[in-house]
C-alpha cells in the first residue's frame, strides 16, 4: 500500500524566496516516501463563515480554491504544513486554510484521526509561534504532531528598501541604528546547518513511523486524551 504524505507551504512568498516552502521541501524529501508539495502562494482561500453547509456530509460548501484540495487532504497519510510567522501568529491564508477542516469534524467524522505530521514555523525573529498554532490544529483533528520545525527566516524589513532606516524594522533592532544591510547578514534557513539538520530528522522520523506499524487507532485515542487533558486544564 503506497504511502502518501500532504505538505502545504502556507507562505505567500515565492518557492526560492520563502523559507517556509523550502523547509517543508526538506521535511518532506527526508521522509523516504511519496509526498505532495503545494504552496498556497497565489489561492485564494476564505477562511470558515460558520454556515454550517459541511454539518450533513463533511463537505465545506464554500466555493474556492480549497475544493480542488479536499481530496488530496483526504487521501494523504500525514502532513508537513509550514506558516510564516505574522504578529506571534499564522499568516491569514496559513489560518484560513486550517480553520476550514472544521468540515471534517461532525458526527464523528474520522477522516483525519490518527494520521501524522510535521508543524514547521518561520519568523524574521522566531518561527515558534506558527509551529505550536499548526500543531493547536492538528490536534482538534486527533492527529499527531511527531515533530516541531522552527527557525529564522528573513525578515520583510530585509527588502522592503526602507531596512536601513526605518527605527522600528528588524535590521535596526538586531544592528542598530543606520545599518547597512549585507547578504551575509540576510538570515536564510539553508544556510542554518543545525535548522536544516532539524527539518531532516524531522522527515526520518515522520517516515520512520509511518513505516513502521502506524496504527491510526491508537494514535487517535492517544490524541483524544491529551486533547480532554487540555481542556480540562483551560477550563
Not at 84 to 102: D, K, V
Request: hydrophobic share 40%.
Amino acid at each position: 500500500m503506497r504511502i502518501r504524505i500532504l505538505g502545504i507551504s502556507g507562505s505567500p512568498r515565492k518557492e526560492k524566496v520563502s523559507g517556509t516552502y523550502k523547509l517543508v521541501s526538506t521535511v518532506l524529501e527526508n521522509t523516504g516516501l511519496d509526498y505532495d508539495l503545494i504552496s498556497l502562494r497565489g489561492k485564494t482561500i476564505g477562511g470558515c463563515i460558520a454556515c454550517l453547509g459541511c454539518a450533513p456530509d463533511n463537505v465545506c460548501k464554500v466555493k474556492d480554491d480549497l475544493e480542488s484540495l479536499r481530496e488530496e487532504i483526504v487521501a494523504a497519510d500525514a502532513y508537513v504544513i509550514g506558516a510564516p510567522n505574522y504578529y506571534s501568529t499564522l499568516n491569514a491564508g496559513t489560518h484560513a486554510f486550517l480553520e476550514r477542516w472544521f468540515q471534517f469534524r461532525h458526527q464523528a467524522g474520522n477522516l483525519l484521526w490518527g494520521k501524522l505530521a510535521v508543524a514547521v514555523g518561520v519568523g524574521g525573529m522566531d518561527g515558534r509561534f506558527p509551529a505550536e498554532n499548526i500543531e493547536k490544529f492538528f490536534m482538534y483533528n486527533f492527529i499527531e504532531t511527531v515533530a516541531k520545525v522552527s527557525g529564522q527566516g528573513a525578515a520583510s524589513c530585509y527588502s522592503c528598501g526602507y531596512g536601513e532606516t526605518c527605527k522600528v524594522g528588524v535590521p535596526s533592532m538586531l544592528y542598530g541604528e543606520n545599518v547597512k544591510i549585507t547578504p551575509e547578514m540576510i538570515p536564510d534557513v539553508s544556510k542554518d546547518p543545525i535548522l536544516m539538520q532539524a527539518a531532516a530528522d524531522a522527515g526520518k522520523l515522520l517516515g520512520y513511523r509511518l513505516k513502521n506499524d502506524h496504527d491510526r487507532k491508537a494514535v487517535t485515542r492517544k490524541m483524544q486524551r491529551q486533547m480532554m487533558q487540555m481542556m480540562k486544564t483551560s477550563a
